[in-house]
């Protein structure tokens, strides 16, 4: 969820000017008692005034001025004096009213009592000059109206929205830290977008934005994007934008502008890729000497080849490369298609029947993606195929997929990495000078390849399948720790990761 240090708020309103006190009233209960009294020569006393009933003054008590107390309190004092005066009253040299029986007393007693207290008037806290600052103007507010909020002031006329300059006249307005903004100004200002929509994101029914992230690309999107059929690229899992349109593959898949532009479409252009892979397993003392043929197919090919082949449990549930071993018949594609408008055009295929002359039979990768994912799909098969020729038999999926996702990460950061040799010094399997490909063959990538690169990497790093992404993490973490030549060894001897 998206969170903001603003906060809508209220319109702020004008101080005024302090009020007189209240004047001191006789309660009900100080008349009833100077009518009690009457004629007895005793003084009733509120605190700040007193009444002499009449005759010699024979009860006296003497109260302490409180000019500066509120109501309340001489309420208190009433009370305290009226209970005084009865008890006295009832003493037996005391007086008692005339034609006053004791229920009348108590029933005055409690009306006291039982009178509702008034909250004391508090003035306004008159300020030293020069401690009022407007917060627009920057100078002091002097005599006047001013507005105040979260301990901030201005001057009416320099209320203004931080963000387009105009006067705020609503009664509601936002705030980020002082600086206030008409609540539309800061929406756009600070309400998050739609990647894929382009409209602000709307509120969950807890009143909360929420929205989904892509984690390694951070497109922002309404969570009913994921839901309403909105593209999404096979390749980078980026959603297609509404001022963008994709490439659509067939068989539900559909390639961004950005992936399209290294996209391999055809067998012709990927086996100067392939060509160039194996030599990086020969320069890393990995030779593979059988010629294992190599298909470019679409995904419906790769899905019936996969039914018929023993390993089939080792895949992905969206399996873009394979490592056959059994022989079979495959259509693959012969020419590159055309695109029209944002479709593939002209789409032709030819079986071929592919025989087992060794432990693999072929390898087969998914058409219509960038060249760094092409090339890793076929680095990771092509270690398949390595372990099978080399005698590695009856490995977990674990393992077996672990070690593979391992040379398809190295061979990709080779490549957005130059200089790297992606392999622990303690590896015997270290690439050897001929590893090194001419400048020809290495072209310079731009920076959309190498972030291409980088997101089929953090692809590999974080997948959360067990045989792929655990599996790679172990097999990554024995490499790192003995080398490659070594864990291989273990491996084969094994079946399981040196730890």
């Known amino acids: 969820m998206d969170s903001s240090d603003s906060s809508y708020v209220s319109r702020p309103r004008a101080y005024g000017h302090t009020a007189p006190s209240y004047p001191w009233r006789r309660s009900r209960f100080m008349r009833w008692l100077c009518k009690f009294f009457k004629g007895t020569g005793c003084r009733v006393s509120n605190g700040r005034h007193s009444h002499l009933i009449g005759g010699e003054s024979m009860l006296h008590r003497p ?3 409180a000019d500066d107390q509120s109501k ?13 005066l009865v008890e006295d009253a009832k003493k037996p040299n005391g007086y008692r009213g005339q034609g006053i029986d004791d229920d009348e007393l108590a029933k005055a007693i409690q009306e006291s009592l039982s009178m509702p207290s008034y909250q004391p008037y508090q003035p306004v806290q008159f300020l030293p000059r020069g401690y009022r600052i407007c917060g627009g103007c920057h100078h002091e507010i002097g005599y006047g109206h001013y507005l105040s909020c979260m301990g901030t002031f201005w001057h009416p006329q320099c209320f203004r929205c931080y963000a387009c300059g105009q006067l705020i006249r609503e009664t509601e307005f936002s705030l ?3 600086y206030p903004y008409h609540k539309s100004c800061y929406k756009e200002l600070h309400h998050p977008k739609c990647d894929v929509c382009h409209e602000f994101i709307p509120t969950n029914r807890a009143g909360l ?7 390694f690309w951070g497109q922002k999107y309404c969570p009913s994007h994921e839901h309403d059929h909105t593209p999404r690229c096979c390749s980078c899992e980026r959603m297609e934008s509404r001022n963008t349109r994709y490439i659509y593959l067939g068989e539900g898949r559909s390639l961004c502008l950005e992936c399209l532009e290294s996209a391999i479409m055809d067998a012709g252009d990927c086996q100067p890729l392939y060509h160039s892979i194996r030599d990086y397993y020969e320069g890393m003392n990995m030779r593979i000497d059988q010629q294992i043929p190599m298909l470019l197919v679409e995904r419906q090919a790769l899905n019936e080849a996969m039914e018929g082949e023993k390993y089939g449990h080792h895949h992905m549930p969206e399996t873009r490369g394979l490592c056959l071993s059994e022989e079979q018949t495959v259509s693959s594609i012969h020419k590159r298609p055309r695109i029209g408008g944002n479709k593939i055009l002209d789409m032709r295929t030819h079986p071929q029947k592919l025989i087992r002359r060794c432990e693999v039979t072929a390898i087969l990768v998914l058409y219509g993606l960038p060249r760094l994912l092409t090339g890793s799909i076929l680095a990771h098969e092509l ?3 390595w372990l099978r020729l080399k005698g590695y038999r009856d490995l977990s999926p674990e393992v077996e997929e672990g070690i593979c996702q391992v040379l398809s990460h190295m061979w990709l950061e080779s490549e957005i990495m130059p200089g790297s040799t992606s392999v622990p010094s303690s590896s015997s399997y270290a690439p050897s000078s001929s590893s090194a490909m001419p400048s020809s063959k290495k ?14 990497m ?3 790093a974080h997948d959360t399948s067990t045989a792929y992404g655990e599996g790679f993490r172990a097999a990554n973490a024995a490499v790192n720790k003995y080398g490659l030549r070594r864990t ?4 084969h001897f094994t079946g399981a990761f040196p730890v």
């Open 458 to 460: 953090h692809q590999i």
């Open 488 to 491: 291989l060894d273990h491996i």
């Open 209 to 215: 934005i929420e929205y989904r992230a892509h984690p």
């Open 176 to 178: 980020s830290g002082t």
């Open 63 to 65: 109260v302490k001025p």
């Open 443 to 456: 072209a310079a990538k731009s920076d959309t390849e190498k972030k291409l690169g980088e997101f089929f």
């Open 383 to 385: 270690m398949h195929g």
């Open 72 to 84: 309340d309190a001489n309420e208190d004092l009433d009370h305290a004096n009226a209970l005084s």
